[in-house]
């Protein structure tokens, strides 16, 4: 059951081998083509015209061509008539071979575009996890960040006491596992308190308020914030202690005051900030006992209105003398929704 005329008997291969118009009027006087089963056989073919299909590469598609059961004679101008409608005809098929190619160079670009536009979106969400909203679309616009001063801000430093000792009783997989733990946590802390995470060190966790967006409520944020972090680390060691696993024993330094803010490095981008008040804060938090809060006098100014503080007594910080400290405790019982003292009421 053939579907259709195998090459070797084709009378169009003559004419595309011939690469012009083939017209024979009577098949069975030409040699060629008398003992063809298309001539000889129940088809019986007695006339053919056809003009060759090229393209302008010179690649042969097919014929177009006229058969009849008997002989037939056509006048030039009816064998022009045919020669002009192959051209058209491949003028068709080539220009639906350029728009089948142009779909395609357009599925490819739009593609590309759709990949490009991921990627995009992929970068600016990693920059923004390295970088606050206004630094990186600053970054993005200008190529450059410039330095900043803010007169006012919070610096908050969390590290883990023991933590050297702590590692030795640990799997190097599981203290990096137990630290990205304890800082996601951090994060979610300080996000919902609009503190701007800075960076690890260590085992150290460094935030600010109050930058790159200044706000007047920076030093309560950054209180709020470490009162929920020993809350969060207090409730993790009752279950480790009941599994007799040793405790992440937290110092907290908080300090108040003017910093500088910018973003050093080319290819790995850091926002940082500078300034005697992030040294203070180190200071602070070394002073701190395990478990306790210390706040720098300058900060214990703006909370001691709505947080019981006590005087933790002075500490003498390089290049600035002798530094009045005290423990943040709570939150007021008057502004307390808790009876732990954490999380802040309506009156707060």
């Given amino acids: ?44 073919l007695r006339f053919y015209c056809g003009a060759p299909l090229i ?33 058209q005809t491949m003028v068709h098929l080539e220009l639906r071979r350029q728009l089948l190619a142009r779909n395609e160079m357009l599925r490819q670009v739009e593609g590309a575009r759709d990949q490009a536009l991921a990627e995009k979106a ?23 960040v410039q330095p900043r001063f803010f007169d006012s801000a919070t610096v908050i430093l969390i590290d883990f006491k023991g933590f050297t000792r702590l590692v030795e009783t640990l799997e190097p997989a599981s203290v ?12 979610e802390i300080m996000a919902r308190h609009r503190l701007e995470k800075l960076k690890t060190i260590g085992d150290a966790y460094l935030a600010v308020g109050g930058v790159p967006e200044p706000n007047r409520s920076h030093a309560l944020d950054a209180a709020l914030c470490a009162l929920e972090v020993l809350d969060h680390l207090s409730k993790l060691n ?20 003017p910093v500088i803010s910018g973003v050093v490095g080319k290819h790995k981008f850091t926002y940082d900030i500078w300034g005697n008040t992030v040294n203070t804060t180190q200071r602070l938090e070394s002073a701190a006992d395990a478990g306790r809060i210390c706040i720098a006098e300058s900060t214990w100014h703006h909370v001691r209105s709505r947080f019981d503080t006590e005087s933790r007594g002075a500490v003498e910080v390089k290049h600035q003398g002798s530094v ?4 943040l405790n709570r939150i007021k019982p008057e502004f307390a929704a808790d009876a732990g ?6 009156r707060f």
């Fill in 341 to 346: 003292g954490i999380t802040p009421n309506d």
């Fill in 1 to 44: 059951e053939m579907s259709e005329c195998p090459r070797e008997i084709s009378i169009c291969q003559a004419t595309i081998c011939n690469n012009d118009i083939l017209y024979v009027p009577e098949l069975e006087k030409d040699q060629r083509f008398n003992t063809s089963p298309l001539v000889t056989g129940d088809l019986a």
């Fill in 238 to 257: 009752r279950q480790r202690e009941k599994l007799r696993l040793p405790a992440w024993q937290a110092r907290i330094g908080i300090n108040t005051g």
């Fill in 122 to 144: 992929e970068s600016e969400r990693l920059l923004l996890n390295i970088l606050p909203a206004s630094i990186a679309e600053e970054l993005k616009v200008s190529a450059r």
């Fill in 324 to 327: 009045n400290m005290y423990y």
């Fill in 176 to 187: 990096v596992d137990q630290l990205d733990q304890h800082f996601s946590r951090f994060d």
């Fill in 55 to 87: 393209t302008p590469n010179g690649h042969a598609l097919g014929t177009l061509c006229v058969v009849d059961f008997q002989p037939r004679e056509l006048s030039f101008e009816q064998r022009e008539a045919l020669r002009r409608l192959s051209r």
